[in-house]
């Protein structure tokens, strides 16, 4: 048994015979192969009580863990599954999800840039250095001089803006 084998290492078998491909059904078929083919569709057709639920399946299949975290979303999307269909419903489920992750990680990412500098009052935090702007010849501020005009404001961290 092949372990990233879709069919478990068992040779594929093709339900729907010879006449997958358009082309092959194009070429020619006689009377007995459009006869299958017929039946072939009209078993495709679900009934009314498929797909089946089975009780339990869903409580088997995710972990407690799991379902918790995916309650919200799934209440939410439940009642989109007949107006959707459920392919639909739960690509919209999968992406709101992602999105809403990615909302979630960008503002705590701002909140920690924001709130832990790394500044004369903390030892810790992200220390952000802005570099001079470039100036060109043509620009009309060249010759532009640095605004740090003693030592000390070259390792200020904030000390010198501060209110104390």
Do not use: C
């Not at 799991?66 to 992406?95: H, I, M, N, Q």
């Not at 030592?151 to 000390?159: L, N, T």
């Amino acid at each position: 048994m092949a372990p990233s084998s879709d069919t478990g290492g068992v040779k594929a078998f093709p339900i729907e015979g010879p006449f997958k491909d358009e082309r092959t059904r194009l070429a020619g078929m006689t009377d007995a192969d459009r006869a299958f083919r017929r039946q072939w569709l009209k078993d495709q057709i679900l009934a009314e009580s498929e797909p089946a639920k089975v009780p339990g399946w869903y409580e088997a299949r995710y972990n407690p863990i799991r379902r918790f975290y995916r309650w919200p979303l799934d209440t939410l999307f439940k009642p989109l599954v007949p107006l959707l269909g459920y392919e639909s419903a739960a690509k919209y489920r999968w992406f709101t999800g992602k999105f809403l992750m990615l909302g979630a990680a960008t503002y705590a990412i701002y909140y920690y840039f924001k709130y832990n500098r790394n500044d004369w009052k903390r030892k810790g935090g992200w220390r952000v250095i802005h570099s001079k702007p470039m100036v060109t010849p043509l620009d009309p501020e060249f010759p532009k001089v640095s605004e740090r005009k003693v030592g000390a404001d070259y390792a200020s961290r904030g000390f010198k803006d501060s209110i104390i």
